[in-house]
């Protein structure tokens, strides 16, 4: 479905940019950077993904003479992955089914059927078939399904053979009620696969040191097809996914978890500090609890995902204080162990004006 991407004569900032619709007639729509700059407000550290992905995509629906870009997406937990493409879906009218391969198994046996893929798919394309067929399938955990991997009874190269006939663009019959089917065609849907390949990282990691080199961070290791496949992706659907794009490791990036913390437009900690400070509640020791917070999301190892709970942690008492007396405090310190322990914090009293009463001079 190509979209029109003449942008409109007067300027036009990110800030008005909402919902992208690829069947809209209007005469605007939105260039590729101004797409990069609206998921940049929420996913924070993975400028150059971000890009590559987007300018893919793009490229897709503005040139549909040009061949899908599919994709294969590096990176441990909770460095945006499927964020990423969950705001795509957000500005472009483009439906994506994102799907666990964990629970995916080759036709035939026992757990989701592969094909389910393509019913959800044309589910959140709203029933149109045409939608669907150009739409996009995010398969997560792809590196599960690894040769060598343990999956129990079902054979991983079978899956993997199953997953090549559709990248690779075929067309399926697929039920989508007890009564009716459908056949797609997935010739041009683009197929998305990440996963975080952690082994592979370990054994890089160790034959770099074996030669003495140090290597401090994964961002230093770079991945080739070649290691993909000997980690257990046959070549052939390895092949089928010629753009391996890497992203960021954030355990250990404590500028960007704290640019995550306090920048992301889907951040939980701006908006429940706002809502205090609206309350007339001032916040002692902010600043030094946003670092206690970073640090044991780092601690935890599982990228922005471990900035959650400790945010919650922190406000849950004062919520409750301060909602059960309204309008009783206007100060709120922060001790320094409020992360583990949540009720390390002293609410202040407002200071009461006490009304003095004095006698009345009668002059004779």
């Known amino acids: 479905i190509p979209i029109d991407v003449t942008p409109k004569k007067k300027e036009v900032t990110t800030n008005e940019l909402e919902t992208i619709d690829v069947d809209d007639n209007s005469d605007f729509y939105a260039t590729p950077s101004e797409l990069i700059d609206a998921i940049k407000k929420t996913i924070r550290g993975q400028d150059e993904a971000i890009k590559t992905i987007v300018t893919l995509?793009?490229?897709?629906?503005?040139?549909?003479?040009?061949p899908k870009s599919n994709m294969l997406l590096i990176g441990p937990s909770g460095v945006g992955k499927?964020?990423?493409?969950?705001?795509?879906?957000?500005?472009?009218?483009?439906?994506?089914?994102?799907?666990?391969?964990?629970?995916?198994?080759?036709?035939?046996?026992?757990?989701?059927?592969?094909?389910?893929?393509?019913?959800?798919?044309?589910?959140?394309?709203?029933?149109?078939?045409?939608?669907a067929e150009n739409g996009i399938i995010f398969i997560d955990e792809f590196d599960k399904i690894a040769n060598g991997r343990d999956l129990g009874e079902i054979g991983t190269t079978a899956i993997q053979n199953e997953l090549l006939k559709l990248i690779e663009g075929c067309e399926r019959e697929v039920s989508i009620d007890s009564h009716n089917s459908i056949n797609i065609d997935t010739s041009n849907i683009t197929f998305v696969c990440c996963g975080a390949f952690s082994d592979l990282f370990e054994t890089k990691k160790r034959a770099l040191v074996g030669?003495?080199?140090k290597v401090e961070t994964e961002q230093d290791i770079q991945i080739t097809p070649e290691n993909i496949i000997d980690y257990g992706i046959i070549r052939e659907l390895v092949g089928r996914l010629p753009v391996i794009i890497k992203l960021n490791d954030l355990n250990n990036n404590k500028e960007v978890l704290k640019d995550i913390l306090l920048n992301s437009d889907e951040s939980l900690f701006p908006m429940l500090v706002k809502v205090l400070e609206e309350a007339g509640i001032t916040i002692e020791n902010i600043d030094e609890v946003t670092d206690l917070i970073v640090d044991n999301a780092i601690s935890k190892k599982i990228g922005a995902r471990g900035l959650i709970s400790p945010i919650r942690n922190v406000f849950?008492?004062?919520?409750?204080?301060?909602d059960n007396n309204p309008g009783k405090y206007d100060k709120v310190i922060l001790g320094k162990n409020i992360v583990d322990d949540n009720n390390d914090f002293i609410l202040i009293p407002k200071k009461v004006k006490k009304k003095v009463k004095t006698d009345s001079l009668m002059v004779i």
């Open 316 to 322: 849950l008492k004062i919520f409750y204080e301060i």
């Open 82 to 131: 499927t964020a990423i493409f969950k705001k795509i879906k957000e500005l472009l009218d483009v439906p994506i089914a994102i799907f666990g391969i964990t629970g995916t198994s080759q036709s035939g046996y026992k757990g989701h059927d592969i094909e389910e893929m393509l019913a959800q798919l044309y589910y959140n394309s709203g029933n149109d078939i045409e939608k």
């Open 211 to 213: 030669f003495g080199v």
């Open 57 to 66: 995509l793009w490229m897709k629906f503005k040139y549909p003479d040009i």
